[in-house]
């Protein structure tokens, strides 16, 4: 990132000297306006360097008004880049970020991460602006003094390395910090997601009592931090100050043995006072640059991240019908009809994500491999819906219909026969302004069962190729499950639906039903010939007990 702006760096950098620079000089010239005009008396020259003093004061100031300028570019330039590259790398992993990022590490990335290496490159420039009025300050008073150019020579570095020392620290302990604010952000998710199934269960108070724990932990963590950031501050602010009283006590002695002037000792003074600046610049940049590298490498490592399966050719068409068949377990769905599949939830999962290439597999449809086929083609032709989809905030039309219907249209007609079929009418009519209701993220304001009429919705409205449904009934009563069943049925007649379930109102209305045990085909047929199958028996009665 610093590479790509490295001419805003640069010019930042320049001007940040000549800011740094011009406030260095003027204790000089002011030292010189006392000796060459006051104490020799001499007015002309007093008018002389006084139009000196107010020249490098404009030019400063100048300076500075650039450096604020270009500063606010680096700071918000390179942290909207980075959030561009990071929100389209979420976008090309799309599933991959679930099983290879945690929430946390999304959050800690998106709220802290991204504003942290913009504010690095912000300060860096100050940094060099800090180093090169250092040198200018310790060169001029070498010049004039030995002795107090050489205690500013010894103290400052030892300043630098104290303050160092106390920013590794500290970038240990951030490092921890992030990692424990990750861990708890990820187990917040976790609860807010499963609260309702929690309060079934009775385990409301155990996972509440398990995020307090964790929260001691944190807070624990952020304190040792913020006593190391205090150590670091303090340092920062005592170190440069204890400077500046040791170099006005040696001039003041110089003055008194004569060996400086009264305007040496003014413009030591204005030294001294200065470089508790360019110190405070160089260790404020030392230590956000410790907290930028942090940052940086959580940005890296979710941006090395590679996805689970490859884009596939650029070109190439994919059929519109056919045969969508996983060679590993043996299942095959037909391009026409509702294909019910009866197995665990971890197979479902695994299935589900072969069919729509989720993950690499030896999947084919239409006789193609779907790993020859592009992946954008094959997102239109299949699509797999979960029962824990998102649901995004905006208008409920658009996120019903969030990319209109392959063919272009998408009418209010035809969202609501989608609506109908995934008996959601009822939530949709008890909004505020229906369609066009505004509905938070996460759909909030939806009870479980709601939510996943809504979803049923949206896969029925995108009228794909094949339609592969994760338990899409799970969450609702008998009476809504047999409604979204007959409209499921009906709406997408003459289109390959696979349907992953153990309800037997679904398993009814299948015209062809799989049986997949240990991850392979064990028998297939209708319902009420499966059933004569102990095994199926057994999967299908205990949905019918737990219902």
Known sequence: MAARHRRLLLLDSVFNVMWSGGLALTPAVIGQAINTGLVAKDQTALVRWGLVVVGLGIATALSALLVECLELRLKVEPAYETMRLVTRKACELGTTVDRKSSAGDLVTVGVSDISLIGQTLEVGARGVGGAVAF??????????????????LIAVPAILFVTTRLARTLRSRQSRLRTQQRELTDQAVDI????????????????????????????????????????????????????????????????????????????????????????NRITFAVSKAMQGHVAAANVIRLLRTEPDVGPGPESGAVPGTGVLADPDSGLRVPAGGLTAVVCSAGESAALAD????????????????????????????????????????????REL??????????????????????????????????????????????????????????????????????????????????????????????????????????????????????????????????????RYRSLVERWTAAV
């Open 354 to 397: 072969r069919l729509g290439r989720y993950v690499e597999s030896g999947a084919t449809y239409a006789g193609q491999p779907l790993a020859g086929l592009p992946l954008a083609g094959v997102r239109e032709r299949i699509l797999v819906t979960t029962a824990d989809e998102h649901l995004f905030a905006g208008a409920l039309r």
């Open 135 to 152: 040198v200018v300050v310790a060169t001029l008073m070498l010049v004039a003094s030995w002795q107090v150019g050489l205690l500013v």
């Open 401 to 534: 219909n969030p990319a209109g219907r392959p063919d272009g249209s998408g009418s209010d007609d035809q969202l609501w026969a989608a609506v109908d079929a995934a008996a959601a009418r009822d939530i949709v009519e008890a909004m505020p302004e229906r369609l066009d209701t505004q509905v938070a993220a996460g759909g909030r304001e939806f009870s479980g069962g709601q939510q996943q009429r809504l979803r049923l919705a949206r896969a029925l409205m995108a009228d794909p190729e094949v339609l592969v449904l994760v338990d899409p009934t799970s969450a609702v009563d008998a009476n809504t499950e047999s409604r979204m069943a007959e409209g499921m049925e009906r709406l997408r007649r003459g289109r390959a639906t696979v349907v992953f379930t153990t309800s037997v109102l679904l398993l009814h209305r299948a015209d062809h039903v799989v049986l997949v045990l240990d991850g392979t085909v064990a028998a297939e047929g209708s319902h009420e010939s499966l059933m004569a199958d102990a």
């Open 192 to 279: 807010v997601r499963g609260l309702r199934v929690l309060r079934g269960i009775g385990g409301e108070e155990l996972f509440s009592g398990r995020y307090r724990d964790g929260s001691q932990r944190l807070r624990s963590v952020a304190l040792k931090q913020a006593r190391a950031s205090a150590f670091l501050g303090a340092a920062r602010t005592f170190l440069p100050s204890l400077l500046l009283a040791g170099v006005v006590a040696l001039a003041a002695e110089l003055v008194l043995t004569e060996q400086l002037s009264a305007g040496q000792m003014v413009a030591f003074y204005g030294y001294a006072t200065y470089l508790v600046v360019p110190i």
